[in-house]
């Protein structure tokens, strides 16, 4: 009877097997069942070694069998959560991942403190209304907090630009760092302007600078940017191809009207050493040239009949303007600190200059050319200094490799495309 009641137990056994297979749970409830009759087997016969032996083998099938239905089932669970996966939004993450990756690309992405605070950087423009101050500015508003300091008026100044009316030797400068929190300060308002007494020339560059640095300073400025020149290398026949940044500021000692310039660059090094905790940077472009800019080279290469130096064809470098403000761009990158030379395209002999503006030059040995030079500025005719002859003579190139490797800075205007916003205009 026992032997009959456990009969229907197996083939119920069975039954289950064959029914609940998929779920992997019946494997294993299978498997348990040959075991149990391996149990009562032993009671109920007489020789358990030869019974046993038998059960035990049966049950090791049986239990393999069962594994490997749990195996499918749990493989089959596997498939559906990976298909419930895939239909799940969250496949959406990803892709948005990638959207934010591209979102760099985009014109605005290029931004400087933009990436690294919580707000809207907030920048400074010293001599704002000036050529390059507008371009600065109209380029810097789309994407910061822009504020002018300047004693000139803006001419199309955009709407969102905040104008200071304050000379920076005067006390009400300082009231617009103390009512503002800046988080860098772009001091492109250095002047050269011969024409002007030595002492407004003189307190307007030194005092001026002197007292934005205690500002920037005091008030925890992060970045400090110094718009200076290649110039104050100086024009000489003794210079190498290429003048570094490392290389002796030497212009002063033929051109008085560059030694406050010089003292200006040489004062801003000196804070860069003393305070490390805030970005100093030093930019000595090359000859700027553009339709809005108004320094001696430019008007130099308007005249229709220039004077040139007998005997020489000095190699000149030119940067358009446009490329200048991509380089003051470049230099507000959070990191960047230091000094820096920026350059144009390539460097060009003087008479290639010419020939492409189209120019009809005339040639005079060096002495008259700059006795005409000084005659015509005592009496008000021209606006171009007599020192700059030494510029039409001898070289004064600089490196440009630094600004390339540290900011990223690259001269997208050709020399052709530089001269052709001249002529265009002239």
Known sequence: MAAQTKKPSASKAGATKTKLAPSG???????????????????VSTEKTRSTS?????????????????GQAKAGRTKADSASTK??????????ATQNQAKPSDGKAETFYAPVLSHMPRILVTGISGHLGRLVARRLHRFAEVHGVDTRPFIGK??????????????????????????AVLHLGVEFNPRRSDHDHYTHNILGTRNLLRYAHQYGV??????????????SPLNPHSLTEDSPLLAGVRFAGVRDLIEL???TQSFFWKHDNIETVILRPVHIVGPSMENPMSQYLRQAHPLVPLGFDPMIQLLHEDDMVRAVERALKPGIKGIYNI???????LHELLEELERSTVPVPHPILSMTLKRLWSLGLSDIPPEVVDYLRFICTVDGSRARRELG??????????????????
């Not at 409830?29 to 391996?38: F, G, M, Q, R």
């Not at 239909?87 to 948005?96: D, G, M």
């Not at 992060?222 to 024009?235: D, E, H, P, R």
Request: charged share 30%; glycine share 4%.
């Open 25 to 43: 749970k019946s494997g294993k409830k299978t498997a348990s069942k040959p075991n149990t009759k391996t149990s009562t087997a032993k009671k």
């Open 54 to 70: 038998p059960n035990k083998a049966a049950a090791k099938k049986t239990s393999a069998t069962g594994k490997k239905a749990a």
């Open 87 to 96: 239909a799940s939004p969250k496949t959406h993450q990803p892709k948005a």
């Open 158 to 183: 955009p709407k969102d630009v905040t104008m200071h009316h304050a000379d920076l030797r005067k006390k009400r400068c300082e009231d617009v760092f103390r009512s503002k929190q800046f988080d």
């Open 222 to 235: 992060k970045k400090f940017v110094l718009l200076s020149s290649a110039t104050i290398y100086g024009a």
């Open 265 to 267: 660059d040489m004062m």
């Open 343 to 349: 350059t144009g395209a390539c460097s060009t002999p």
């Open 409 to 426: 800075y690259e001269p997208l205007r050709s020399v052709k495309e530089t001269l052709r916003s001249l002529r265009t205009e002239s």
